[in-house]
């Protein structure tokens, strides 16, 4: 079935630094890449959506200059946190879709749980 | 704008005991309603997806949801429950599903499920 790699699992980083999180389809074209962010014992909240090869879109109350997202292949998308503070502290998570694909519907990346000292 | 309502975050059972995770949504339009399962740190796992076919659907782990427009209700159940099931559920909902575009999933929030001895 459809797959979904997102890389690290865990990070640990300094206030005040980037931190990049992958996500790769490695057996599956995904066109369409949603970032959700989970804080515990909480639901999903997506922050954006990113297509192949345009800007992403980002929901209300999200820092597009705080949250990079790149989707520059049909592969690969990146969240960036940029000069990440202790509140960015969070388990974020993507998902891919290929729209239309009904028999992947959205496959999910395993996480990424991002601590911030 | 679609939604999802799962009544009670908490949901404790016996070994052996029916489960039921109860899940009622919103649409204006026929909605294609989802279930996932997510372990401690894990990304999410669909257990079963409704996309207007049959209105009981079967999906992993023994698991299964009826969708009930006239109740607006997409309940999950197990009759049995193990051990192996404890976890965090979310029922989620989609928009159109519409040939090219990528459609946002919208996520309850939560009902984590504890199995006792």
């Known amino acids: 079935g459809a797959v979904v790699s997102q890389h690290p699992s865990r990070v640990i980083c300094k206030s005040g630094t980037s931190v990049k999180i992958e996500c790769r389809s490695l057996?599956?074209?995904?066109?369409?890449m949603f970032w959700y962010r989970q804080f515990p014992k909480k639901s999903l909240m997506l922050m954006a959506t990113?297509?192949?090869?345009?800007?992403?879109?980002?929901e209300q109350g999200v820092e597009k200059d705080k949250f990079l997202i790149n989707h520059a292949s049909l592969t690969l998308s990146t969240l960036t946190v940029t000069s990440a503070h202790p509140e960015d502290s969070s388990f974020y998570i993507c998902?891919?879709?290929?729209?239309?694909?009904?028999?992947?519907?959205?496959?999910f990346g395993s996480g990424t749980r991002l601590t911030v000292v | 704008a679609q939604s999802v309502t799962q009544l009670g975050s908490h949901v404790s059972v016996s070994e052996g005991a029916l489960v039921l995770l109860r899940c009622n949504y919103s649409?204006?339009?026929?909605?294609?309603l989802f279930w996932y399962v997510q372990y401690p740190n894990q990304g999410l796992q669909l257990l079963l997806k409704?996309?207007?076919?049959?209105?009981l659907v079967k999906g992993i782990n023994g698991f299964e949801a009826e969708f009930k427009k006239s109740e607006t209700s997409f309940h999950l159940t197990k009759p049995s429950a193990h051990m192996s099931d404890a976890a965090e559920y979310f029922c989620?909902?989609?928009?159109?599903?519409?040939?090219?575009?990528?459609?946002?999933?919208?996520f309850g929030t939560g009902t984590r499920l504890q199995v006792t001895l």
């Open positions: 998902s891919a879709q290929t729209p239309g694909q009904r028999r992947y519907g959205y496959t």
């Open positions: 989620a909902v989609s928009d159109d599903w519409s040939p090219g575009t990528a459609s946002k999933l919208t």
């Open positions: 649409s204006s339009v026929p909605p294609y």
């Open positions: 057996d599956f074209q995904a066109t369409t």
């Open positions: 409704y996309t207007s076919a049959a209105t």
């Open positions: 990113s297509n192949e090869g345009s800007k992403a879109t980002y």
